[in-house]
DNA sequence: CGCGTGACTTGTA
DNA sequence: TTACAAGCCACGC
């Protein structure tokens, strides 16, 4: 019998790191959220770090990581995994999300509000 | 347990 | 705009 396999590996059962992949799933299509903003939601601010180590442990489709990009709207993923990098910006264009000229996301206009529809209680935003 | 590194962010020059 | 430094946490050696 086929036993269910986890989706992620044995060491990484954080419940950190499931907060984080939350967090990821929220991201609305066509929208992108920076690694900051993950671990906002997730519960883990000024965590940023942690997010990309997540996402870099997370299973290959087990989450929309190519949604989430760093506060500037680049790719992070950039010299670490090209082919990655070029993956992630074909399926934000698919998503209908566009880039700068220079190749940045334009977080002005697709930035996640984390709220567009549920006003977030902690939104200091006002 | 200490050190270096990393799919980051913010502030300063 | 680019470059450097400090802060943050977890992983691998």
Avoid: C
């Avoid at 990655?84 to 996301?105: I, K, P, W, Y």
């Amino acid at each position: 019998m086929k036993r269910r396999v986890p989706v992620v590996r044995p060491a990484l059962e954080s419940p950190t790191y499931a907060r984080i992949w939350a967090a990821v799933r929220r991201i609305p299509r066509g929208k992108v959220a920076s690694y900051g903003q993950v671990a906002e939601v997730a519960g883990l601010p000024r965590q940023a770090r942690l997010v990309g180590y997540a996402l870099h442990a997370s299973a290959p489709d087990s989450v929309p990581w190519h949604r989430v990009v760093n506060a500037q709207g680049v790719l992070s993923l950039g010299k670490l995994d090209p082919g990655g990098a070029l993956t992630q910006r074909l399926r934000l264009e698919s998503e209908g999300v566009r880039f700068d000229a220079r190749g940045r996301v334009k977080m002005d206009e697709h930035r996640w509000k984390m709220g567009e529809r549920a006003r977030n209680r902690a939104g200091t935003h006002g």
